[in-house]
């Protein structure tokens, strides 16, 4: 089955400070989704890359797709409070949409990111 | 505002019973999922429906049952075989399927059984 590693599991930075969390799977990816929870809520979708070699940004979060398809990072930059809390990566494997595989997105275990002021 | 609702926040349960969990979206989506997601394990498939009156299981759907009777609406039943259900549910949408269609998630309901 599909795997999603994330690392760091835990990042503490000071403000300010630049930072990168990655994601690696196991597998060739269709497709990726970088996603962002506060504590005890739901998630919020920030982007998703499909490409081998893409590279998207958002405000100060830009998010990278490797090309071979199987490892993203997701960057910060100049962090700041606001940008604390739980990052996930989820991912649909490469191999068509039989089986249902068209609504099956895995998630990797998330990174906790705190923010020192 | 177009959104997914999750209800009630907070449910206490004692164990033996069932209980359901609410989900309505009005974002007019054709497919919604129900994850749960526990400390350390990140976010499991439980079920998920592609289309009304249709829904299919996930990683870990034992002990656990849906209905999808209406397009905004997806309730979620633990039931008593749940080994473990104390745990944070989410729900989600989607236009379509995942391949390009982002999900949309409630913001989770904390189920505590003693």
């Known amino acids: 089955s599909q795997e999603l590693e994330q690392s760091p599991q835990s990042l503490i930075v000071q403000e300010g400070k630049n930072l990168t969390i990655n994601c690696t799977s196991s597998?060739?990816?269709?497709?990726l989704y970088w996603y962002k929870q506060k504590y005890g809520e739901g998630l919020i979708f920030l982007m998703m890359?499909?490409?081998?070699?893409e590279e998207k940004s958002h405000e100060k979060i830009t998010a990278k797709l490797d090309e071979k398809k199987q490892q993203s990072s997701l960057h910060i930059t100049a962090s700041q409070p606001s940008h604390a809390g739980i990052y996930l990566c989820g991912a649909i494997p490469a191999g068509g949409y039989s089986g249902g595989s068209n609504y099956k997105l895995t998630f990797g275990k998330g990174t906790l990111l705190t923010v020192n002021p | 505002d177009g959104g997914i609702t999750q209800s009630p926040k907070y449910l206490f349960r004692k164990e033996g019973q069932n209980v359901t969990l609410s989900c309505e979206q009005n974002?007019?989506?054709?497919?919604m999922y129900w994850y749960r997601q526990d400390p350390g394990q990140g976010l499991r498939l439980i079920y998920y429906s592609q289309i009304v009156n249709d829904f299919q299981k996930g990683d870990i759907a034992e002990g656990y049952s849906v209905s999808r009777e209406k397009k905004e609406s997806f309730p979620l039943t633990v039931t008593s075989a749940q080994k473990n259900p104390t745990a944070f549910y989410l729900c989600?949408?989607?236009?379509?399927?995942?391949?390009?269609?982002?999900?949309?998630f409630g913001n989770g309901t904390r189920l505590t059984v003693t």
């Open positions: 974002l007019n989506h054709d497919a």
């Open positions: 597998k060739t990816l269709y497709g």
């Open positions: 890359l499909q490409k081998g070699g």
């Open positions: 989600a949408s989607s236009t379509r399927g995942t391949y390009n269609s982002p999900l949309h």
